[in-house]
């Protein structure tokens, strides 16, 4: 193939009280392997940008990219959409390909009714994007990209198929360069891990439980797991400090200690520290009913003082109904272990599942209340596609726009609307002081019912345990992020911008 100037693009996440916190690694990976093959790489990273339309119709005029490569997470799609529409405007012969979780879930959704021979809104959604887009990229993208730049190539490139070449192995993904963060200002996001400045990165891909509500339980690229060797993770850890100065990482991955070799990964990373004469500080995700005494000792030499894990409820019926496979007593010992060995806890709560009552929200309350996590979310879950509660949900007999999924071990149900993914974001997350909404009720509670009571977990909790809200800083214009664009867009932004 010969060499291309390609655009890839990271859309804003307008959902997100501050979008300037982690960078989007997936496609910083598509575009290092893109400029190892000796490719033209620009990076358009509209995190946190306000006036986002107009820095793409800018670039657009302005640069000679041939193709421009979009990710998008499901909340991005409405933002996704607005920046193709902007390009597609200024720049009708230039090719746009989409990849990332959205279109990794949606392609899963729609392969499920395909097999069932129910073709539905999943293929609805499909047909969308199809429309939309010249290329669609679901699964991993490290390689897929370069079948995409093909001229000739199908419109769908699918890298969630293990059976495929562009399936990622535990070989592949250690062989993988590091995500190309000198693309982007990495400098403007600012996370911190115990005061100390962080970055993230990520050592292992997937998650193989089968919790209801969790996106690509269907998807092969994010139910299997993939791991990086200890040496290779060290090794980015290594450059991040060398080349920031970086002494606080964010894990991002879904579960560490689902890796049988965890324990080897926490020494290899306090070998490393000691061998620099260097403390680094780490946070990451865990398994509540995996975590020992020993990993949690692992982790504390290693640095960590923070780990995060998706508690859920502290209901034991909606756990079982969530089929999280962790008990309500798991999760207050998985706290107590954490405490133990100084590691603080993070829990990451969820309301608005089959058969959530107000009993449900409240022993969701009384939990967090008994076990006095060091911080908290609380969420009001969405019907994602490639979720079994979107999957395997049926159309309501009578209101056409509602979809009824069941737990067959409880029967108990949940409603979700229909949403347009590509147009609608406020399900995610909120304004924690009154801007959530919700898009699923159950029997018991009405969608606006679950918006007062998650609202009156957050007050409760927070004013008991004395855990403040956590304020976010605005979008800023664009010139906050210019750091990636190539000089004669800069010109052209900073003068746009002083007008």
Not at 68 to 85: D, E, N
Request: hydrophobic residues 40%; neutral net charge.
């Amino acid at each position: 193939m010969n060499e291309m100037r390609v655009c890839l693009v990271t859309p804003p996440s307008i959902f997100l009280l501050d979008e300037r916190v982690f960078m989007t690694l997936g496609v910083l990976r598509v575009a290092a392997v893109l400029e190892d093959a000796g490719h033209e790489v620009e990076m358009l990273d509209l995190s946190g940008i306000e006036n986002y339309e107009e820095v793409v119709r800018l670039h657009a005029r302005t640069s000679a990219t041939e193709v421009y490569g979009l990710t998008a997470t499901t909340p991005q799609m409405p933002a996704a959409f607005r920046v193709t529409q902007a390009l597609r405007a200024a720049r009708p012969d230039a090719r746009i390909i989409i990849g990332g979780p959205h279109i990794t879930l949606t392609s899963a959704a729609y392969k499920g009714e395909l097999a069932r021979k129910t073709p539905g809104r999943a293929a609805k959604a499909m047909d969308k994007l199809l429309k939309t887009y010249d290329v669609l990229v679901p699964g991993d993208g490290e390689e897929a990209i370069f079948e995409a730049l093909k001229a000739d190539a199908p419109r769908i490139i699918d890298g969630d198929d293990p059976k495929s070449p562009l399936f990622l192995t535990n070989q592949k993904l250690n062989e993988l360069p590091f995500p190309a963060r000198h693309l982007v200002a990495a400098r403007s996001y600012h996370y911190s891990i115990d005061g100390v400045e962080a970055m993230s990165l990520i050592a292992q891909l997937g998650c193989p439980f089968a919790c209801g509500f969790c996106g690509g339980r269907e998807s092969p690229s994010l139910r299997r797991v993939r791991t990086r060797s200890a040496e290779n993770v060290v090794k980015e850890m290594a450059h991040l400090h060398d080349t920031y100065g970086t002494k606080g990482f964010m894990l991002y991955d879904d579960e560490l200690n689902v890796n049988p070799k965890m324990a080897e990964l926490m020494s290899a990373i306090a070998s490393e520290q000691k061998r620099r004469g260097v403390e680094w500080r780490l946070r990451g995700f865990i398994k509540s009913q995996l975590f020992s005494d020993e990993q949690a000792d692992a982790m504390y030499r290693a640095g960590f003082r923070w780990i995060l894990t998706g508690f859920e409820s502290g209901s034991p019926r909606i756990l079982q109904n969530i089929n999280k496979r962790a008990t309500r007593d798991e999760n207050t010992r998985c706290v107590a272990i954490a405490k133990r060995h100084g590691l603080k806890v993070k829990a990451l709560m969820s309301i608005g599942h089959p058969g959530e009552s107000e009993q449900t929200v409240l022993e969701t309350r009384d939990w967090l209340l008994e076990s006095k996590p060091d911080d908290f979310d609380v969420t009001i879950i969405t019907t994602y596609p490639g979720t079994p509660y979107y999957d395997n949900a049926v159309q309501h007999p009578i209101l056409p726009n509602v979809w009824v999924y069941t737990y067959s071990e409880t029967g108990d149900r949940l409603y979700g609307y229909e949403v347009d993914y590509t147009m609608v974001s406020d399900y995610y997350k909120g304004d924690p002081n009154g801007g959530y909404k919700a898009y699923v009720y159950t029997d018991h509670l009405s969608a606006t019912k679950l918006v007062t009571l998650r609202d009156q977990v957050e007050r409760d909790v927070r004013r008991t345990l004395g855990i403040p809200f956590n304020a976010g800083r605005p979008a800023q214009r664009f010139e906050h992020s210019m750091g990636q664009l190539p000089a004669s867009i800069l010109r052209a932004s900073a003068a746009a911008a002083r007008s």
